[in-house]
Every structure is written in structure tokens, then in C-alpha cells.
């Protein structure tokens, strides 16, 4: 069953000391393993929140903080020209098999969608 959005807000600030969570906004990225929401603290800053819905879910939620903390420590070297979500904290959810929940600091920008390209001329 989907955790409730304040559920996952409430995570939120027990996960980022400091946090002062503002608004909180359902993400079209729900799906079966995971619960999305981003919330907004109180300087409009935005912050993405997942939760496991399964173990198998949280599990590969771990294996995801530990290659983004790799990635973000490869862009601030300058080894890549793109940023990525950081995470920034995260919480023991109830039923505690379930994992964790994580805290990301949201990437400005739009989703780049590859079917939009056309062939170069040849």
C-alpha cells in the first residue's frame, strides 16, 4: 500500500537535520517499488524523497545512494559535465525490512528523452 505523502514529508525531516519541509507535491515516479514525493522547504528549495515499498526495492535503493555519491564526487573533480540527484539523507521507515528511505537534493532541468533525436546525415 502507498505511503501517504506527509508520511514520506514527515521522513523527509527526520532524515535532513534541518529541514523545514514547506509543501509537499505527489511524483508522477511512484511506481510498484518505490513511493516518490518532492517536498519544498521553506526557502522553496526542492527535495526528492523515495521509499522502498519491498526490501528487493530497498535494497537496490542502497546500491543507488552509493553509485550517485560516486557520480556526484565525479562531477565536483570534473571527470563529468552533468550533475545528479545527491543524497543528502535518510530515514528508517516502519516496517524496518522494508530499508530506507532517501532524501535527494533535486537536479535543475527536464527530462531528456533520446526518441527526440533524429539521425545524422550520413
Request: contains cysteine; charged residues 20%; proline residues 10%.
Amino acid at each position: 500500500m502507498p505511503r501517504s505523502p506527509l508520511a514520506l514529508a514527515a521522513l523527509a525531516s527526520a532524515a535532513v537535520p534541518g529541514l523545514d519541509v514547506y509543501d509537499v507535491l505527489r511524483s508522477p515516479h511512484s511506481d510498484a517499488d518505490f513511493d516518490v514525493v518532492v517536498v519544498k522547504d521553506s526557502t522553496g528549495t526542492r527535495w526528492i524523497v523515495r521509499a522502498p515499498r519491498r526490501a528487493a526495492a530497498g535494497a537496490a535503493l542502497e546500491a543507488e545512494r552509493s553509485l550517485l555519491k560516486a557520480l556526484g564526487r565525479a562531477h565536483d573533480t570534473g571527470l563529468l559535465s552533468f550533475d545528479v540527484p545527491r543524497p543528502r539523507g535518510a530515514a528508517q521507515m516502519e516496517p524496518a525490512g522494508d530499508g530506507r528511505a532517501i532524501v535527494y537534493s533535486e537536479v535543475p532541468g527536464a527530462p531528456w528523452c533520446c526518441l527526440a533525436l533524429s539521425p545524422a546525415p550520413a
